[in-house]
């Protein structure tokens, strides 16, 4: 398991905590009461396997994939600042959080998937997180990925060069997760679907929870 860090600087509270893995009852995840715009910071050194654009349920939202078949999540972002492709160190400046997709507030749900692929089952974040991530005051507005336009799939096209992304040597499964489809509810963690339930045009339902806090 690597170190983990929070996803931001300072302190912001839980408006909602994590309570259990299933997706169609529970809350996968941590929301934490982040103002809109708060930068969002990598948890910890590793690859961006998924930044997708405006989602049914998770809105705008970024996966990183970490050594030892750990994934972060970052969710109702205003702002996605990497790309799929991206190789990122603990601290990094991935987004600004916001509440796009099924949210009723500005807030930032975070997530810890453990397992093969980024569709792994989820873990209580908060006992793992050490505080805040390292300073990386250099990569506040990382190379290559400036002019990254809100479209599914961007690449950024930035090479980290902090001591600790280079460390990312071990990060498994990252081809397999695009290659290997979701297997759990097309829907997000706890989300009901009512009957003609409108779905946006290109909208991604991904498997979630009950309107976010």
């Known amino acids: 398991m690597p170190t983990l860090y929070k996803p931001f600087r300072g302190s912001h509270?839980?408006?909602?905590?994590?309570?259990?893995?299933?997706?169609?009852?529970?809350?996968?995840?941590?929301?934490?009461?982040?103002?809109?715009?708060?930068?969002?910071?990598?948890s910890a050194a590793g690859v961006v396997v998924r930044s997708v654009d405006l989602t049914v349920s998770y809105g705008r939202y970024i996966i990183i994939a970490h050594s030892g078949g750990v994934f972060t999540l970052y969710a109702h972002l205003d702002k996605r600042q990497a790309g799929e492709g991206a190789r990122v160190a603990a601290g990094q400046r991935i987004g600004l959080s916001g509440s796009t997709g099924r949210s009723t507030g500005p807030h930032l749900h975070f997530e810890v998937r453990k397992g093969r692929n980024s569709s792994a089952a989820t873990v209580n974040p908060v006992p793992l997180l050490k505080g805040s991530p390292p300073t990386v005051t250099e990569l506040t507005e990382p190379t290559g990925l400036t002019g990254l336009t809100d479209a599914p799939g961007a690449v950024g096209a930035a090479v980290v060069s902090a001591p600790e992304a280079a460390e990312v040597t071990d990060v498994t499964d990252v081809t397999d997760v695009t290659d290997e489809p979701d297997t759990r509810e097309v829907v997000e963690p706890g989300e009901t679907?009512?009957?003609?339930?409108?779905?946006e045009p290109g909208g991604v339902r991904e498997p979630g929870v009950a309107p976010d806090q």
């Open 13 to 42: 509270g839980i408006s909602r905590g994590f309570t259990g893995r299933d997706y169609r009852t529970q809350h996968t995840g941590v929301d934490y009461r982040t103002p809109k715009r708060t930068p969002v910071l990598a």
């Open 193 to 199: 679907v009512e009957p003609g339930e409108a779905v």
